[in-house]
């Protein structure tokens, strides 16, 4: 970036907002860096899924009175230069932006022209969108040797390919449920939007997602010419449901971001989250494996709840009463909103099994036709579902079965509940280092035998 004076002149690389502006390959300018007044502070939005990074950095500027010049180049940059822009962080009678120009014979610059009533400071914000940075999250997530608590350490890596280095940036990322690419796909078949522009809509509106302004994302509509009226309203509307999940989450503190790095941001860890333990039997989801979760909310009666949590990767560990930690298991997780649930899942656990066994099975009721042919019978089977529990705590379980056919339960030992058609399903409790059976008869009609 070049600032200059009509007496006194400042040169040094598009470095500034270079930021990410930069591609893969870094702007290369013979400058003297030192002359170049340093960042106040640099700001970086980065929107993952679209390949997108809001930057805003602020420069405390000396100007002479008169017209003060500050040029800023991106060549060799992934930086859009129709999305440049400079403001006065505080509006003053003194000083105002008279225009912007591209000089001739010089590609990829623009100067700013600012009017200073007189010699004086004032500090401006710079910002632009580019692309090259991305980010990812990933959680360590350790219980205590009861399996009551859990102590929570988010981090999240941000992986800068932008071609410029951050000092001290902040940093926000956009998470949550954003579906830009469905949104503008369904406004090009109502034809609200021209097909050809959907890329170019799905990027303006991208960038109002993480200015959060309502108005710009509505204003972005407008580039349509079809959308008109009732048209517009109804657009309005799709992208609002596009973006109702969406959140900006800030990572704590300041870091630097070097260009071609990755580099590790930890949050602050959040202790002793209340969890609760529970297993489930699902041979619809599970084949014949118990699963094991630790459940809890993302509230205030969890110490979380502040803000929505990222999706990504959770490596699920447990104290094992030695002095040590046992791995529990390594899982995806999906963006969690504010009030909703955690379901870790850690995988099998072999110290909860469970059998099936038919005790009895018949074919009775049969049904003839006039040829002496059978046309129907009532099939009945005596079953038992038998848990074993090697842990040393009662352990809560849900269990799920799944029949086909007209069929209906008689003789049950514990209740239950019927999900749907083909469904039953039991929540039980299971005592330390015992077993518990679950015994039923299962009746299916058939043939004539069925309900009608």
Same mark, same amino acid.
């Given at each position: 970036?070049?600032?200059?004076?009509?007496?006194?002149?400042?040169?040094?690389?598009?470095?500034?907002?270079?930021?990410?502006?930069?591609?893969?390959?870094?702007?290369?300018?013979?400058? &003297?860096?030192? #002359?170049?007044?340093? !960042?106040?502070?640099?700001? @970086? #939005?980065?929107?993952?899924?679209?390949?997108?990074?809001?930057? =805003?950095?602020?420069?405390?500027?000396?100007?002479?009175?008169?017209?003060?010049?500050?040029?800023?180049?991106?060549?060799?940059?992934?930086?859009?230069?129709?999305?440049?822009?400079?403001?006065?962080?505080?509006?003053?009678?003194?000083?105002?932006?008279?225009?912007?120009?591209?000089?001739?014979?010089?590609?990829?610059?623009?100067?700013?022209?600012?009017? +200073?009533? $007189?010699?004086?400071?004032?500090?401006?914000?710079? #910002?632009?969108? +580019?692309?090259?940075? /991305?980010?990812?999250?990933?959680?360590?997530?350790?219980?205590?040797?009861?399996?009551?608590?859990? =102590?929570?350490?988010?981090?999240?890596?941000? %992986?800068?390919?932008?071609?410029?280095?951050?000092?001290?940036?902040?940093? $926000?990322?956009?998470?949550?449920?954003?579906?830009?690419?469905?949104?503008?796909?369904?406004?090009?078949?109502?034809?609200?939007?021209? @097909?050809?522009?959907?890329?170019?809509?799905? =990027?303006?509106?991208?960038?109002?997602?993480?200015?959060?302004?309502?108005? @710009?994302?509505? &204003?972005?509509?407008?580039?349509?010419?079809?959308?008109?009226?009732?048209?517009?309203?109804?657009?309005?509307?799709?992208?609002?449901? +596009?973006?109702?999940?969406?959140?900006?989450?800030?990572?704590?503190?300041?870091?630097?971001?070097?260009?071609?790095?990755?580099?590790?941001?930890?949050?602050?860890?959040?202790?002793?989250?209340?969890?609760?333990?529970?297993?489930?039997?699902?041979?619809?989801?599970?084949?014949?494996?118990?699963?094991?979760?630790?459940?809890?909310?993302?509230?205030?009666?969890?110490?979380?709840?502040?803000?929505?949590?990222?999706?990504?990767?959770?490596?699920?560990?447990?104290?094992?009463?030695?002095?040590?930690? $046992?791995?529990?298991?390594?899982?995806?997780?999906?963006?969690?909103?504010?009030?909703?649930?955690?379901?870790?899942?850690?995988?099998?656990?072999?110290?909860?099994?469970?059998?099936? !066994?038919?005790?009895?099975?018949?074919?009775?009721?049969?049904? %003839?036709?006039?040829?002496?042919?059978? !046309?129907?019978?009532?099939?009945? +089977?005596?079953?038992?579902?038998?848990?074993?529990?090697?842990?040393? =705590?009662?352990?809560?379980?849900?269990?799920?079965?799944?029949?086909?056919?007209?069929?209906?339960?008689?003789?049950?030992?514990?209740?239950?509940?019927?999900? &749907?058609?083909?469904?039953?399903?039991?929540?039980?409790?299971?005592?330390? *280092?015992?077993? /518990?059976?679950?015994? %039923?008869?299962? *009746?299916?009609?058939?043939?004539?035998?069925?309900? $009608?």
């Amino acid at each position: 970036m070049k600032f200059a004076r009509s007496r006194r002149h400042w040169t040094a690389a598009a470095a500034a907002l270079a930021l990410l502006l930069a591609a893969p390959v870094a702007l290369q300018a013979k400058i &003297d860096l030192v #002359t170049l007044p340093a !960042r106040d502070e640099t700001q @970086v #939005t980065i929107y993952k899924s679209e390949d997108l990074t809001l930057v =805003r950095e602020t420069r405390s500027l000396t100007f002479d009175e008169g017209k003060n010049e500050i040029q800023f180049s991106w060549a060799n940059t992934l930086i859009d230069p129709t999305s440049l822009q400079i403001r006065l962080v505080k509006p003053s009678p003194d000083f105002r932006i008279l225009d912007a120009h591209y000089p001739a014979n010089t590609a990829n610059t623009i100067v700013w022209t600012i009017e +200073a009533a $007189r010699e004086g400071q004032a500090q401006v914000e710079i #910002t632009c969108f +580019a692309s090259g940075l /991305t980010w990812q999250a990933d959680y360590k997530a350790i219980a205590n040797a009861d399996e009551t608590y859990l =102590r929570l350490e988010p981090n999240f890596t941000i %992986f800068n390919r932008s071609g410029e280095s951050f000092e001290n940036a902040r940093t $926000r990322l956009v998470v949550g449920e954003i579906n830009l690419t469905e949104a503008v796909a369904d406004l090009a078949r109502r034809g609200i939007i021209p @097909v050809e522009k959907a890329a170019e809509t799905r =990027r303006q509106l991208g960038r109002a997602v993480m200015e959060r302004s309502d108005m @710009v994302m509505f &204003d972005a509509m407008s580039m349509a010419p079809a959308a008109a009226g009732a048209f517009l309203a109804e657009a309005k509307e799709i992208v609002k449901a +596009a973006v109702s999940e969406y959140y900006l989450y800030s990572i704590a503190g300041t870091e630097d971001l070097e260009d071609g790095w990755g580099k590790q941001l930890p949050d602050p860890r959040i202790d002793e989250i209340p969890i609760d333990v529970s297993y489930e039997f699902d041979p619809a989801k599970y084949g014949d494996r118990v699963v094991k979760f630790y459940k809890f909310k993302n509230n205030s009666e969890h110490k979380l709840g502040e803000q929505p949590m990222p999706e990504g990767v959770f490596y699920v560990a447990s104290d094992d009463g030695k002095g040590g930690t $046992r791995f529990q298991s390594r899982t995806q997780h999906k963006y969690v909103p504010i009030g909703e649930d955690y379901e870790l899942n850690l995988g099998s656990d072999g110290l909860v099994l469970v059998e099936l !066994r038919t005790m009895r099975a018949e074919r009775r009721d049969l049904d %003839f036709d006039s040829a002496g042919d059978v !046309r129907g019978w009532i099939d009945l +089977a005596d079953r038992e579902i038998e848990i074993r529990n090697s842990t040393t =705590r009662t352990i809560p379980i849900k269990v799920r079965q799944y029949f086909q056919g007209d069929w209906s339960f008689d003789k049950a030992n514990t209740t239950y509940k019927r999900v &749907d058609q083909s469904t039953i399903e039991w929540e039980i409790d299971v005592p330390p *280092l015992d077993k /518990t059976t679950l015994s %039923f008869t299962l *009746l299916t009609r058939q043939g004539s035998r069925a309900s $009608r």
